[in-house]
């Protein structure tokens, strides 16, 4: 594996010679070149968060709260507003919380196991990504995408963006929540909007970790020397999730002045935990774990550890590394979000708050 690294050429995780006590410069430095090249350029958080809340009949048989929220606040274009669900297990005492972006609509069933969840001792925050803008080609049209003016120079950002932004206002919403343990608010996503939750954990230091599931290309794994979807497949097919900048490297990764490693890296000194299926060869699971091993080397350089076990051998179907704040798990099977990927979640961030 550590020869495979050195054979792909990749940039370094850390500059020569960075020292501790500079780390957060370099973030805001690192965070505007992936703003700049790939993502595009967050706005602002916006003034006059405002939000109307609801409590649901389904409460999970009694075991928790489910409440339906409508986030608004005022744009350049006038009034965004979009809903999430929140569910918070019954408990005398602040509770853990991931924050999902979804694929679907709450209480769909697919890809999450809600009462698995709150019966680990987490909360739950749910947004469907299309209720914030559609994943669609529609020349920004759709959702939040039509309120803000594009300046068109090539920074203006993708709808990775945009559904991490939301994620971020519902973070602004959960600030308030009494019942929730403000250390232990985790970022999630699967695929695409592992993607996502990757950019927003990055960029929104309130989050405690980060949830990467199958988030492949784009996402967690490096992308020089990667099997699978490279960047002419996910620009081409995809092009309105990125900055108009990233089509550059089309056939020209290695101009990058980045790799996704580095990305990763900014998630430090906070927890993350990434993880792949066997089967899942267009993500590739050898370049996830590749990421998230060279992003440890930032955690290293804080004086923490990285990625646990030994690099050099091969991680077995079944095998969590989650001894370091970086955490790494492998399932056998395809590209999906099962309950074996969340109850390794539950287990890494548990883990490290015993």
Same mark, same amino acid.
């Given at each position: ?61 009694? *075991? ?7 986030? /608004? ?10 809903? #999430? ?24 069933? &697919? ?26 080609? !529609?020349?920004?049209? /759709?959702?939040?995408? *039509? ?24 973070? !602004? ?8 343990? *403000? ?23 309130? #989050? ?21 979807? &490279?960047?002419?497949?996910?620009? *081409?097919? #995809?092009?309105?999730?990125? /900055? ?9 990764? !290695?101009?990058?002045? #980045? ?24 993500? !590739? ?54 309950? &074996? ?14």
């Amino acid at each position: 594996m550590l020869g495979e690294i050195k054979r792909r050429n990749l940039p370094k995780t850390i500059p020569d010679g960075l020292l501790k006590e500079n780390w957060s410069a370099h973030r805001k430095e690192m965070i505007a070149l992936f703003e700049r090249e790939e993502y595009g350029v967050t706005p602002e958080r916006p003034e006059n968060l405002r939000w109307t809340k609801e409590i649901q009949r389904d409460n999970v048989g009694g *075991k928790a709260v489910h409440t339906l929220v409508k986030m /608004s606040f005022d744009t350049p274009m006038g009034e965004f507003a979009f809903p #999430f669900d929140t569910v918070i297990p019954n408990s005398d005492k602040p509770v853990p919380m991931f924050l999902y972006i979804s694929f679907h609509p709450y209480g769909s069933g &697919h890809y999450l196991p809600i009462e698995e969840i709150i019966d680990g001792g987490y909360a739950i925050a749910v947004v469907n990504y299309n209720d914030v803008t559609k994943d669609t080609e !529609d020349n920004f049209e /759709s959702g939040i995408a *039509k309120m803000y003016p594009r300046r068109n120079d090539g920074t203006d950002w993708g709808k990775i963006g945009m559904w991490a932004f939301a994620a971020s206002r519902m973070m !602004d919403y959960i600030q308030t929540l009494i019942e929730i343990d *403000k250390n232990r608010i985790y970022v999630a996503g699967h695929s695409r909007l592992g993607k996502t939750a990757i950019w927003c954990g990055v960029q929104d230091e309130r #989050f405690a970790g980060v949830v990467s599931n199958d988030s492949g290309c784009s996402g967690a794994a490096v992308t020089r020397g990667k099997k699978g979807e &490279h960047v002419v497949h996910i620009t *081409k097919n #995809f092009p309105f999730w990125f /900055s108009a900048n990233y089509q550059k490297y089309i056939e020209n990764e !290695d101009s990058m002045p #980045f790799d996704q490693h580095q990305l990763l890296s900014l998630v430090a000194p906070r927890f993350l935990c990434v993880g792949s299926a066997t089967e899942d060869e267009w993500a !590739d699971p050898e370049s996830e774990l590749m990421g998230a091993y060279l992003a440890g080397e930032a955690y290293e350089m804080l004086g923490l550890t990285g990625l646990s076990g030994d690099i050099e051998q091969t991680v077995e179907p079944g095998e969590k590394r989650f001894d370091g704040f970086v955490g790494y798990q492998l399932r056998k099977g395809t590209h999906f979000l099962s309950r &074996h990927d969340w109850q390794g979640y539950m287990e890494f961030f548990g883990k490290h708050h015993e």
